[in-house]
C-alpha cells in the first residue's frame, strides 16, 4: 500500500469540491488543487491576499512574481478573475461568502477541532494568517494533510495537542490514505485507499472510526470510486 502523492491528493480534493463552489485554498498543500480542477467545474478559487479566480500554476518561465497566492507562489488568473485588497478579501471570509475553505493542518479532533498555526516549536514561528477568519467565516472547511507525522503520530486525535484554531468547524478531512467526515455521531470514513484495510487505518488513527455503510475505494491518482 502505497500512500497518495501530495499531487493525487491535491486531485481527490479538486473533484469532490462543489459545482460552481467559491473555494479559499489556503497556504502550503491545498494550492495544489488550483492545478486539478475538472473542467467545467465553475469553481472560483479565492486567495486571501485578495484574489478571486485563480488558476492553475504558471508554465516554468512564464511566472509574473507581481501576481503570487497567500503562500507568496506564482499563480495564473481564469478568464473574468481580478485582484484586491485584503480589507474586501477578508470580508469575503468573515462574510459567509466562501462555500469552502481547503486548509492544511497539523490536528483535527474528533470533535472536528482545528490546531492548524503553530506546533509551539520555538524554531518554527507562527504563522495564524487568516486562518480564524477562515475557520469561522467559510461554511464548510476541509482539511488537507498527510494522515500521519513523519515519525507516525496521528494527526487525526481525541484532543489537539497544539492551540487550537477553532473549535468544532471542521466537516471533512482528505489524507493520503482516507476521506473522513465529521459527524455528530463521530469520525465516518467515506473513502479509504485501495489495498488499505480498515484495521490498518485505525492502526494509525488516535481518533476513533466508523465506516460509512457505501464507502467507496481511493485509486492511485486520487479518483474515487
Known amino acids: 500500500m502505497i500512500p497518495l502523492s501530495r499531487d493525487a491528493l491535491a486531485r481527490m480534493v479538486a473533484l469532490h469540491l462543489p459545482q460552481e463552489g467559491f473555494v479559499n485554498l489556503g497556504i502550503g498543500a491545498p494550492t495544489h488543487v488550483a492545478d486539478y480542477l475538472p473542467e467545467g467545474s465553475g469553481v472560483i478559487l479565492h486567495s486571501e491576499n485578495g484574489v478571486l479566480n485563480v488558476g492553475p500554476k504558471p508554465a516554468a518561465g512564464e511566472e509574473d512574481w507581481d501576481l503570487i497566492n497567500a503562500g507568496k507562489m506564482p499563480i495564473s488568473l481564469r478568464t473574468g478573475g481580478s485582484y484586491f485588497d485584503s480589507s474586501l478579501s477578508f470580508a ?127 485509486t492511485q491518482d486520487g479518483s474515487v470510486a
Open 92 to 218: 469575503m471570509m468573515r462574510g459567509g461568502h466562501l462555500d469552502v475553505a481547503v486548509l492544511g493542518a497539523f490536528q483535527v479532533s474528533k470533535a472536528g477541532d482545528l490546531a492548524n498555526w503553530t506546533t509551539g516549536d520555538n524554531g518554527s514561528p507562527p504563522g495564524i494568517g487568516g486562518a480564524i477568519d477562515l475557520a469561522v467565516g467559510a461554511k464548510s472547511i476541509w482539511v488537507m494533510m498527510d494522515h500521519t507525522t513523519k515519525d507516525s503520530r496521528s494527526r487525526i486525535v481525541e484532543r489537539c495537542g497544539y492551540p487550537l484554531t477553532a473549535r468544532g468547524v471542521v466537516t471533512r478531512i482528505f489524507t493520503n490514505l482516507c476521506i473522513i467526515d465529521v459527524t455528530e455521531d463521530g469520525l465516518a470514513v467515506r473513502a479509504l485507499l485501495d489495498g488499505l484495510a480498515i484495521e490498518a487505518l485505525r492502526d494509525r488513527t488516535e481518533a476513533p472510526l466508523r465506516v460509512m455503510g457505501d464507502s467507496l475505494t481511493i
